[in-house]
């Protein structure tokens, strides 16, 4: 069964700046990448909607949870990394200031980085978060595959390149499911 935190179930719910509020009925914080299939799948069972929370520090609605809400907090994490490709993977609810003393472990660091530090990597992919220069790209310009639970509750990898729908993972707002893994 997965996580559930019942002392938030219908708590307040805000956005860093509290510009928008909401009190979700329900409130997960799960462990593993089935624990997130698995309420997605009860959700679309119910035809409930459930939003991922992040770190909330985005200025718009996009992670307003109108009935559910999802963090990815006990998901964070360097999971591997491989020298040969320069790649590594991370779980998506890692914070951007974790990464950095994560990644300068092997020796590796990240090309470029906004200025706020404070979202995860799940948000910063997920939203079109930028760096700073011209000739830098997106944050999520840095992926090489994703990782993600579907609408229907389906975990999917999709690479970089495969077909169109690695365009449409750079800036997906959420709308084609929960990012859970990510490869830079």
Known sequence: MFSLNKWK?????????????SYPSMYYAPHTIEEVAQIVKEHAL??????????AHSFSPVALPEQSAL?????????????????????AGTYLYEVGSMLA?????????????QQTLAGAISTGTHGTGIEFGSFSSMVTSWGFVNGEGDYIEHERGEDALSESLHVSVGMLGILVKVTL
Request: aromatic share 10%; no cysteine.
């Open 9 to 21: 179930n219908g708590q307040k719910w805000t956005n860093w700046s509290e510009s928008y509020v």
């Open 46 to 55: 119910l035809k409930r909607t459930i939003r991922v929370t992040g770190a």
């Open 71 to 91: 963090s990815l907090h006990h998901m964070r994490g360097l999971i591997s990394v491989d020298q040969e490709q320069q790649t590594a993977t991370f779980w």
């Open 105 to 117: 472990q092997h020796g590796f660091a990240l090309s470029n980085m906004g200025d706020i530090q």
